[in-house]
């Protein structure tokens, strides 16, 4: 199986390819507009709480351990109060929730356990009162929990009319759908005609994976959505009519990336390197474009397919809901993300905000965009050929930093012997994955994160499988986790062996080609790799081979239960 990753002349190829757009004739008569900002002071206590969902006036931020809630004024993004504990407690937010500000100004929290299994809607009073917000006891709740399971782990939905919701997924049963909606009064699934034709062949449900992960929607409020994609230049605005049909008003952005499967999971080869950003009002469209970072010069520290985790940029594409290009804004600072005040007069601009990977002190600046006409205008041409420049500086650079071509790894395969490695336990005590070898047991390697909804899940189900079996198997989690939230231990200890190399398990990841969380690795008592299983259901699956089937129906069952 081999690794494949981005070069240094396709990720140019590609990003000059998307700058070339503005070279259209559409674009001839767009004006560019150079805008200064203000930095806002920062009042959030910790670097660790990121500032994600914006409804209406109210930010929801969030932790290992709680949601919060803040405001974004003029001057300053105000210090977090607590929402609610993350958590199963019935009175408590899960641990994966989207919110939206639902038709009333309310805050509606779409709670679930994990990506295939909604469990509650749950509608939060934006009186301007925290207290009342933050009381449970006033929150209104519908059951979701008698839904079928439902393919979707976009990052927002949008408040419809009538108590339903537009979400981008469907039915499990039914995969050849990327949008949805949902009557969560009535509880009822409506999925939506439409399908994306991007000539790639593969399963249906890899497919809908590929577009609702991570996805975003938006709404104008008067009858219009705006569809994006995670990984792709991929935007589109729509319609739905009675008939629950999508029809597409506009294409902004219809580049494809190029993807495969594998263990049953969507591969992605090669992709454009420049992301959007957006936020929404009733009037307009705003796209921040991102692409590498332009002051930190990480490239030579991280490994290239890394860059994802350190995007940037200023440069922000203004549409109306007709699809018309109206302004190019070019701010004087980066970002990875922009938000929108409520009246639509300002825009923010967060940087240094991936704290998984990057914990520094966030910083925001907001910009003046009530008036943009009587900004004096910029040349669009000259600035995007200044950016092209400069793109071409950062490209070189990296390249200078970092081989041309990533080093091969000799991957491990099924029939192969186990590659070792050291790690480190809870105390700083050092061990090695072959440590069990020649004991007589078979060694299970399972691959995790905490930022892994169905990881977590899954650890009470392998807490019964590795008491009743642990004369048999020993098992190792290995964490991808920053040492700081791993040590904290978040979700409680296990009873088997917890370890960490300090590294972000990189190199153990490509060693045995992890396509992803969770995964599993089984190596008999010699050292000898049988199984590689992505997925806990793959896995359960697998462990008919070494443990009666009726005892793996049980665990299963268990597992079952846990996502009802």
């Given at each position: ?26 674009d ?36 290992f ?29 899960n ?10 100004n ?23 009162n ?19 399971d ?23 049963e039914d ?24 000539g ?16 975003d ?8 959505y ?66 590498s ?15 994802s ?5 200023n440069s ?51 910009y ?7 900004q ?18 950062d490209?070189?650079?990296?390249s ?7 080093p ?13 490695f ?28 905490l ?33 700081p939230?791993?040590k904290?231990k ?13 590294k ?44 009666p089937a ?5 665990l ?9």
């Amino acid at each position: 199986m081999e690794k494949r990753a981005f070069g240094i002349v396709a990720l140019l190829g590609l990003f000059l390819m998307s700058l070339s757009s503005l070279a259209d004739s559409k674009d001839k008569n767009v004006r560019g507009v150079k805008l200064m900002g203000k930095e806002l002071k920062y009042n959030v206590s910790d670097v660790g709480i990121q500032t994600r969902f914006q409804v209406g006036n109210k930010i929801i931020a969030f932790d290992f351990d709680n949601y919060y809630c803040t405001e974004l004024t003029d001057t300053e993004l105000r210090k977090q109060e607590l929402l609610s504990k993350r958590g199963e407690n019935g009175l408590c937010l899960n641990a994966i929730v989207r919110f939206a500000k639902g038709q009333d100004n309310s805050i509606l929290a779409l709670n679930e356990t994990e990506r295939l299994k909604l469990i509650e809607m749950i509608v939060i009073p934006n009186s301007g009162n925290h207290a009342d917000m933050a009381n449970p006891l006033l929150w209104k709740r519908y059951d979701l929990s008698q839904l079928k399971d439902f393919y979707s782990h976009s990052h927002c939905f949008v408040s419809l009319p009538n108590d339903k919701i537009l979400i981008a997924g469907t039915p499990k049963e039914d995969a050849r759908h990327i949008l949805s909606i949902i009557d969560y009064k009535k509880q009822e699934i409506i999925p939506l005609n439409y399908w994306p034709e991007d000539g790639i062949d593969v399963p249906d449900y890899v497919k809908c994976v590929v577009y609702t992960n991570y996805s975003d929607l938006y709404a104008n409020g008067k009858g219009r959505y705006l569809y994006q994609a995670e990984k792709n230049r991929y935007s589109f605005i729509f319609t739905i009519d009675k008939d629950y049909n999508v029809k597409v008003v506009k294409d902004l952005y219809k580049e494809y990336s190029n993807y495969t499967v594998q263990h049953g999971a969507p591969l992605t080869l090669s992709r454009n390197t420049e992301e959007l950003r957006i936020a929404t009002n009733e009037d307009n469209i705003y796209v921040l474009l991102v692409d590498s970072d332009p002051e930190g010069r990480i490239y030579g520290k991280l490994p290239l397919e890394e860059y994802s985790f350190f995007i940037y940029g200023n440069s922000v594409e203004l549409y109306d809901w007709d699809g018309n290009k109206k302004n190019v804004l070019y701010l004087d600072h980066y970002g990875q993300r922009i938000m929108l005040s409520e009246d639509g007069k300002k825009l923010f601009l967060f940087s240094d905000d991936n704290t998984s990977r990057n914990p520094k002190q966030p910083h925001i600046w907001v910009y003046d965009i009530d008036n943009l006409d009587a900004q004096p205008s910029v040349d669009v041409a000259e600035m995007e050929k200044a950016r092209e420049i400069k793109y071409k500086n950062d490209m070189e650079y990296r390249s200078k930093t970092k081989p041309k071509t990533a080093p091969k790894v000799d991957i491990v395969e099924e029939g192969d012997m186990m590659a070792d490695f050291e790690l480190y336990d809870y105390d700083n005590n050092p061990h090695h994955l072959n440590e069990f070898l020649g004991k007589g047991k078979y060694t299970i390697l399972e691959f995790s994160s905490l930022g892994c909804g169905p990881c977590q899940m899954a650890k009470p189900t392998l807490e019964k499988f590795y008491k009743k079996y642990k004369d048999k198997f020993e098992m190792i989690t290995i964490s991808a986790d920053r040492l700081p939230e791993w040590k904290k231990k978040p979700l409680g200890e296990v009873s088997w062996h917890d370890w960490n190399d300090f590294k972000y398990a990189r190199e153990i990841l490509k060693k045995y080609d992890v396509p992803g969380f969770p995964a599993f690795v089984i190596i008999d008592p010699d050292g000898k790799v049988l199984n590689e299983c992505f997925g806990f259901n793959y896995f359960l699956e697998t462990l008919k081979l070494y443990i009666p089937a009726e005892e793996v129906d049980k665990l299963k069952d268990d597992w079952e239960n846990r996502l009802k």
